[in-house]
């Protein structure tokens, strides 16, 4: 079956700091890759995706490219604000499913 | 497009009780799906409907749990005899279609068995 890993968090930066978030995953085939976000209170929401190698997808200053070479999709974004407080899911869909990562919690200090 | 809704937000019950959950999608939003998060975890699969007709169910969807999308659109998650480890959140997303189709979550039911 397909797996996602994730970097364990919670991740704590100071704002305009530079972010990164990992996620590799196993899937048969050829996947779709999404990040979704979970704002505190909140439902999740899409933020990227990205559906073939080498695509990259971007939302919002985050970014993540496909490679399938490592099977990864690292979610970055230059200057991290407040705002973007929340929990972080890495999550490949392999026919009709989403398989979602832990989560990963960022915390963005004034 | 008024996004993905589900009813109730939070349902509290005691174990052995039975609690139905609704979903309604997007409209004209044809697939929909049911997925469980429990507390620092990432959504789990449950189940998978195109229209009416149930196409995919996860291994976690033991017997007790049922769910229906009688008319393809709204649809009902039932759970039977409810247990303590079924408290968790059960959210609701519905695509278009499949393959890259991205999936469009609900706020989530939270549901609590004392």
């Known amino acids: 079956g397909n797996s996602v890993t994730q970097m364990e968090g919670p991740v704590t930066l100071s704002e305009e700091a530079f972010l990164t978030i990992n996620c590799t995953y196993t899937?048969?085939?050829?996947?779709?890759l999404f990040w979704y976000v979970q704002y505190p209170g909140e439902g999740l929401q899409l933020l990227l995706k990205?559906?073939?190698?080498?695509d990259k997808g971007s939302n919002k200053g985050f970014e993540a490219t496909y490679r399938k070479e490592t099977t990864s999709f690292h979610l970055e974004k230059g200057s991290v604000q407040v705002s973007d407080s929340a929990v972080y899911f890495c999550?490949?869909?392999?026919?009709?499913?989403?398989?979602f990562g832990g989560g990963t919690r960022l915390m963005v200090k004034p | 497009d008024t996004g993905v809704s589900q009813d109730p937000r939070h349902k509290i019950t005691k174990r052995g009780q039975n609690v139905t959950f609704r979903c309604d999608p997007i409209?004209?939003?044809?697939?929909l799906y049911w997925y469980r998060q429990t507390l620092g975890q990432g959504p789990e699969f449950l189940t998978y409907?195109?229209?009416?007709?149930?196409?995919?169910k996860s291994r976690l969807l033991s017997d007790r749990f049922s769910a229906e999308r009688p008319k393809g659109s709204f649809s009902t998650l039932e759970i039977q005899r409810t247990e303590q480890g079924d408290s968790a959140m059960y959210l609701c997303?519905?695509?278009?279609?499949?393959?890259?189709?991205?999936?469009?979550f609900g706020p989530g039911t939270r549901l609590t068995v004392l």
């Open positions: 997303a519905s695509s278009p279609r499949t393959g890259t189709d991205t999936q469009y």
């Open positions: 899937a048969t085939g050829y996947p779709s």
């Open positions: 990205a559906t073939k190698a080498d």
């Open positions: 999550a490949p869909q392999a026919g009709n499913m989403l398989t």
């Open positions: 409209s004209e939003h044809n697939r």
């Open positions: 409907f195109q229209n009416e007709a149930q196409l995919e």
